[in-house]
């Protein structure tokens, strides 16, 4: 299978724990997003790769939520000291682009639970 | 600045047609349309950029109207394949960054 690939694709923790997810995107692709999805909500855009570097930040994203995609390949989103508002679905999407937009591919995703 | 989608949602039975509308207060530079099932990942339908082009591929179309800021995706002849929750997302500059997502319309296709 060569779409984008998450890990875990579940995660219970308890609140003031950190979590680490992962993000395969397709081999080729050379920018990857995080967003996040709440019950009922369309996915809210959380940060953006271009190959390694970090181009966009969202304000969403706090000082907790830390992400890096060491050699523009796979990348990881990690959460300290999780609170029970970021109980949610963090979706991972990739793209290929020289320029401008073309389709971004959605994993299927990590579903977080902090109780 | 979140876009605006209509109707929230719809029930259709297997053959019928459907429009779903995103709207924008802002100029966009593109309008992304996805559809969702329950539990799955979002899965691109097309993409609108500015110039008013349309769109579509077998029963699914889209249109972008650039002086209403407004995107129409249209469904005709719908299959029960085609339930699931729509969302439009818009981008306000060419940059190939983030998406705005609409909060969706959910579209039931009944036999």
Known sequence: DTGVSQNPRHKITKRGQNVTFRCDPISEHNRLYWYRQTLGQGPEFLTYFQNEAQLEKSRLLSDRFSAERP????????????????????????????????????????????? | QQPVQSPQAVILREGEDAVINCSSSKALYSVHWYRQKHGEAPVFLMILLKGGEQKGHDKISASFNEKKQQSSLYLTASQLSYSGTYFCGTSLWDSGSRLTFGEGTQLTVNP
């Open chain 1, 71 to 115: 050699k523009g390949s796979f990348s990881t989103l990690e959460i300290q000291r999780t609170e029970q508002g970021d109980s949610a679905m963090y979706l991972c999407a990739s793209s290929l682009s020289t320029g401008g937009y073309t389709e971004a591919f959605f994993g299927q995703g990590t579903r977080l639970t902090v109780v």
